[in-house]
Nanobody, 123 residues
């Protein structure tokens, strides 16, 4: 399976962006998917995940109330709607398949990482 993340760009603080993660070669319908981000010089950190049926959506505390993860199984796409963006949200955002299906926040629990999309939030 290959994942393609897209939708990144430059946005002013307080603005919004919607990231997309589209899979090819396999459907998302039976898998959980997560979003991570990595800022320059920092470790990759968990942002959010969604179970295959959308029933479980854990979020990192830093994005709760501002980001929303959702899935469109018909389009084989997982979205990350980001609002009230802050400069500290600046990072490369990656999506990946949850190998354990638990919505874990550990990067080692994910595989089939996409190539990442850059989000830059300017103050």
């Amino acid at each position: 399976v290959q994942l393609q993340a897209s939708g990144g760009g430059l946005v002013l603080a307080g603005g919004s962006l919607r990231l997309s993660c589209t899979a090819s070669g396999r459907t998302f319908s039976n898998y959980a998917v997560g979003w991570f981000r990595q800022a320059p010089g920092k470790e990759r950190e968990f942002v959010a995940a969604i179970s295959w049926n959308g029933g479980s959506t854990p979020y990192a505390d830093s994005v709760k109330g501002r980001f929303t993860i959702s899935t469109d199984n018909a389009r084989n796409t997982v979205y990350l709607q980001m609002s009230s963006l802050k400069p500290e949200d600046t990072a490369v955002y990656y999506c990946a398949v949850d190998r354990w299906g638990t919505g874990t926040s550990l990067p080692k629990g994910y595989y089939y990482w996409g190539q990442g999309t850059l989000v830059t939030v300017s103050s």
